[in-house]
């Protein structure tokens, strides 16, 4: 198990302008694979040196287990790193590459090279174990960067945007990798990692970063279906969640968001607090929480289309109120099949379970409370 | 609409003709190169090409050169004082070399790996790079007065205030030698350091933490990572400085001259003197080609030691 308590890291010293992790807490269970999530300047990969021990908090504790780690070096906390440059030592072999670790532990070299040869054939890179980095593809290189950080068999994995460097559907074989030698091997592992595809497809939990500061760390559904606050919400998922400016009204015992545009009926399952009555909120929905419906539905809002793109697999239809009355247009997906067009007015409803408010605090939270 | 025709027109004869450029344009690139060819020329070549000539001849003050065929260089092999040029020519230039490499090598990878962006790493490489900027007329007077043989030389003067000797002792008569080459590396030893510091600064900061990671010992950073990025550099400055060391006069002459006897001539410093002291301009030409000779047999068996070819060839295979 890994804790992180209340972890600070200024890069200059006493300066409050150049902290880059503000007091982040974190625990990680044993196997458990965990990415560091947020745009760039979020302190993710300062989180990742200072597990690493490339870099030593400012203030805070990290244990791995129940030993305090802030001052030990990197080389005797039983670590495994992958770099996103791969940092592959350039005038290595391969199989030297692998085994550099396990001699630096002074193993004999021929009980190096049988453990590197193994570990190439984890990663099926045994036939290129004469080779220098340079004579590499990017995922070759790739391969050997995580025999040589799992050569010495970590107790913890860390990587540093290990598939930036890939292309796409490489990305997507290497990842599946990535993940099954994990769950085989059951090292703890944590990934840093900008794309959130990425981290939620391969994590069990993710964090998500911002400011030096923790959002939000969960499970990728929960932080999909759950976001604790603005950032996270509009962070993940691909369109964007939608947000619009609204203010709650109560009406006869039914609460209701007036936006410019139309007023959304919050069913009764997912009232309000009394409190909020009154206040301006966002109303958040993301592009997939909203369908097309007929006129005849009582809940359906008219609205008018500005512009179809095709992504392949659906279609993104980005739409307006018939008046034009709102500042921003409303993003939704639909099916290809179905008959928008430029131009058109369409009948569309939000998905009564899938929607989110948030107040107009600085850090936007969630008000509608998960039960 | 017209601009329209002239256009099709100029494509039908493109398709008819091959396209010719326009003289003005050919003539541009031979344009801005003449002048520093005519330079190149004059300065380089020529003198070249009347070095070889004049080996060949019994060129001297009275400016009437004859064909004398291998003479010179015939004369060359009996001089009895060649054995021990060329040995002093060997000792001024592997000795040289091999310290000033050294000294560059320990410096870069003190300021560049262990002192790694401190301002004191960068006000010590700035100390060691004056010798190279003063002139060398002014440096050698320096070098002079420290090893100056009365009582005035600094080095004298501080060992007879701590009462170390009782008489001036003269340095240039001991170590004539040692004080030369002590002059040249101190001044060479800028150059290698600069092209060293940049490579090991080139190296991705990402290696050192991988290592790091990896628990690798200073030696094995050094060893693994370091040096082998020093290659070509190293081939670099070997080759020019030995280069440098096996056809330089300037220190020795201005220091020496040569002496004490013949106790630091070089060749090409015998070759200057021939030459100009003693205007045997044939012969002083003939003793340069075996400098040159020299240099080139050397440098083919440095590149050849360091794989230069490895260095040329295209590294990384797709697949």
Known sequence: MITLRNIVKNYDGKKESSRAVDGLDLVINKGEFVALLGPSGCGKTTTLMMLAGLLKPTSGEIYFGDRLVNHVEPKDRNIGMVFQSYALYPHLTVRDNIAFPLRERKMPKAQAYERAKEMSKIVQIDHLLDRKPSQLSGGQQQRVAMARALAKDPEILLLDEPMSNLDARLKLDVRDEIRKLQRELGVTTIIVTHDQEEALAISDRVAILNGGKIQQYAPPEELFSQPVNLFVASFLGNPPMNLIDGVVQEDKGVQAIVTSGFEFRIPEARKLEAKHIGKPVKLGIRPHDLMLTDGSDPNAIAMKVDLVEHLGSGKLVKVMDAEQKMQSTIRFVTDNEAPVRHGDTIQMKIREDKFHIFDMTEDGHNLMQFR | ?319
Do not use: C
């Not at chain 2, 900027?133 to 420290?146: D, L």
């Not at chain 2, 220091?255 to 002083?284: C, E, H, I, V, W």
């Open chain 2, 1 to 319: 609409m017209k601009t329209e025709m002239n256009l099709e027109i100029n494509l039908e004869l493109n398709e008819t003709k091959t396209y010719k450029k326009p003289l003005r344009k050919a003539i541009y690139p031979y344009l801005f190169i003449a002048p520093f060819s005519l330079l190149v020329l004059v300065f380089f070549i020529l003198p070249a090409i009347a070095t070889v000539g004049m080996a060949f001849t019994d060129l001297n003050a009275s400016m009437k050169p004859h064909f004398v065929g291998l003479t010179n260089f015939k004369r060359i092999f009996s001089d009895y004082n060649l054995p021990q040029i060329l040995g002093n020519t060997a000792v001024f230039a592997v000795l040289s070399l091999g310290i000033s490499l050294l000294f560059a090598l320990v410096i870069s990878i003190a300021t560049q790996y262990f002192l790694k962006g401190k301002m004191l790493a960068v006000v010590y490489r700035i100390l060691w790079l004056i010798p190279s900027i003063i002139p060398s007329v002014v440096y050698v007077t320096f070098w002079k007065f420290i090893f100056d043989p009365t009582e005035g030389g600094l080095i004298n003067k501080f060992l007879l205030n701590m009462g170390i000797i009782s008489d001036p002792v003269s340095w240039f008569t001991k170590g004539a030698m040692a004080i030369v080459i002590l002059a040249t590396i101190i001044s060479t030893i800028s150059g290698g350091m600069i092209l060293l510091s940049s490579a090991i600064n080139s190296i991705p900061e990402d290696l050192y933490k991988a290592a790091r990671v990896d628990g690798a010992s200073e030696k094995s950073v050094i060893m693994k990572i370091i040096l082998p990025t020093l290659k070509w550099p190293l081939m670099y400055i070997t080759i020019s400085d030995l280069i440098g060391f096996v056809s330089s006069y300037f220190f020795i002459m201005l220091l020496t001259q040569g002496g004490p006897m013949r106790d630091t001539t070089t060749l090409s410093l015998y070759a200057f003197q021939q030459a100009f002291n003693l205007k045997y301009y044939g012969y002083g030409a003939a003793v340069s080609l075996i400098v040159v000779f020299i240099s080139f047999v050397l440098t083919m068996l440095l590149i050849r030691m360091f794989d230069f070819n490895q260095m040329i060839k295209p590294s990384r295979i797709e697949d």
